[in-house]
């Protein structure tokens, strides 16, 4: 099977259980600025100088995918979904962020002055992650304008994911600069 399925040639995608929606539509906004969001963690996973990166980075991007599946779940048909993905983005998740929120905090990733500058350190991982940090409030904004709308996800805790993991990717960004510094 071939991954050119031309399903999408007149503006249409799929979500989950044969449902179709334009590609503007904002449930397929916040499903491909999560997707960025998890394709901008990668350079950071291959560039990481930090032991806590490299493991927070793979375990979020595996959260991530579960997130998208929640997204292109169409309403009503949540029951079908958590039926055969039983995983789904939780308190937990939020918990485990703000775990690493205080740890990187303890560990001095928030010893600067003032706004920091994204690239000025010149350490490529501590850039990709402020680079990732920018995609994950985009889909954040995204998941976001869904509130109030039929297309509502039902799952509050993905919006506090996002807002925590944006945190997260801010200290991950000073922690791998003040890294390199102390090379």
Same mark, same amino acid.
């Given at each position: 099977?071939?991954?050119?399925?031309?399903?999408?040639?007149?503006?249409?995608?799929?979500?989950?259980?044969?449902?179709?929606?334009?590609?503007?539509?904002?449930?397929?906004?916040?499903?491909? %600025?999560?997707?960025?969001?998890? $394709?901008?963690?990668?350079?950071? @996973?291959? /560039?990481?100088? !930090? *032991? &806590?990166?490299?493991? #927070?980075?793979?375990?979020?991007?595996?959260?991530?995918?579960?997130?998208?599946?929640?997204?292109?779940?169409?309403?009503?048909?949540?029951?079908?979904?958590?039926?055969?993905?039983?995983?789904?983005?939780?308190?937990?998740?939020?918990?485990?962020?703000?775990?690493?929120?205080?740890?990187?905090?303890?560990?001095?990733?928030?010893?600067?002055?003032?706004?920091?500058?994204?690239?000025? %350190?010149?350490?490529?991982?501590? $850039?990709?992650?402020?680079?990732? @940090?920018? /995609?994950?409030? !985009? *889909? &954040?904004?995204?998941? #976001?304008?869904?509130?109030?709308?039929?297309?509502?996800?039902?799952?509050?805790?993905?919006?506090?994911?996002?807002?925590?993991?944006?945190?997260?990717?801010?200290?991950?960004?000073?922690?791998?600069?003040?890294?390199?510094?102390?090379?």
């Amino acid at each position: 099977m071939s991954i050119a399925t031309r399903k999408g040639d007149q503006g249409q995608t799929d979500l989950l259980f044969g449902c179709r929606l334009t590609k503007s539509h904002p449930r397929v906004h916040a499903l491909g %600025a999560v997707d960025e969001l998890n $394709a901008a963690l990668g350079p950071l @996973r291959i /560039a990481a100088l !930090r *032991a &806590e990166t490299r493991e #927070i980075v793979p375990q979020v991007q595996r959260w991530l995918i579960e997130l998208m599946g929640e997204l292109a779940t169409p309403p009503g048909e949540e029951a079908r979904y958590v039926a055969t993905h039983p995983e789904h983005i939780s308190s937990k998740h939020v918990l485990w962020l703000d775990e690493w929120v205080a740890n990187l905090e303890a560990g001095g990733a928030l010893k600067f002055k003032g706004w920091a500058l994204p690239g000025e %350190a010149g350490v490529m991982s501590g $850039a990709y992650a402020d680079l990732a @940090r920018v /995609a994950c409030r !985009r *889909a &954040e904004r995204n998941v #976001i304008d869904l509130l109030g709308t039929p297309d509502e996800a039902p799952n509050a805790e993905l919006i506090r994911f996002l807002n925590r993991l944006s945190d997260v990717l801010w200290l991950l960004a000073r922690w791998e600069e003040q890294s390199a510094a102390t090379e």
